[in-house]
């Protein structure tokens, strides 16, 4: 595993769109960092700057402690997988997390073979 940091990442898209404003986070190696939050606050283009599939207006992109920003994204040996879900705009943020524990709704257990 590795860890991955973010350093005031800034993201400006060319119609003047601010999509990340200077974030700075530290996900060490082993750890688990999750980004919640409402559509188009910048989640997805977080995690598209530190995969290397956008480029970021300024700030830096951290991988095991070394600058990558001016790697490609097939040399920064990350990869993103989103997960196919549904969020309810009008629920808050704990509101839409606890909604399938509410529910009774549970994954279903993978076949194996």
């Keep these: 595993m590795v860890a991955i940091a973010t350093d005031r990442l800034t993201k400006?898209?060319?119609?003047?769109?601010?999509?990340?404003?200077?974030?700075?986070?530290?996900?060490?190696?082993?750890?688990?960092?999750?980004?919640?939050?409402?559509?188009g606050c910048g989640k997805s283009t977080i995690l598209r700057l530190v995969a290397g599939l956008e480029e970021e207006t300024s700030g830096h992109v951290l991988i095991d402690?070394?600058?990558?920003?001016?790697?490609?994204?097939?040399?920064?040996?990350?990869?993103?997988?989103?997960?196919?879900?549904?969020?309810?705009?009008?629920?808050t943020v704990a509101q839409n997390i606890g909604f399938p524990l509410r529910a009774g709704h549970h994954a279903p257990t993978p076949r194996r073979g």
């Design 65 to 91: 402690g070394q600058v990558v920003d001016r790697l490609s994204a097939k040399d920064r040996r990350v990869a993103m997988v989103f997960q196919d879900y549904a969020l309810y705009p009008h629920l």
């Design 12 to 39: 400006v898209f060319s119609d003047g769109t601010v999509a990340v404003d200077e974030v700075t986070i530290e996900a060490a190696s082993g750890e688990f960092l999750v980004l919640l939050g409402p559509t």
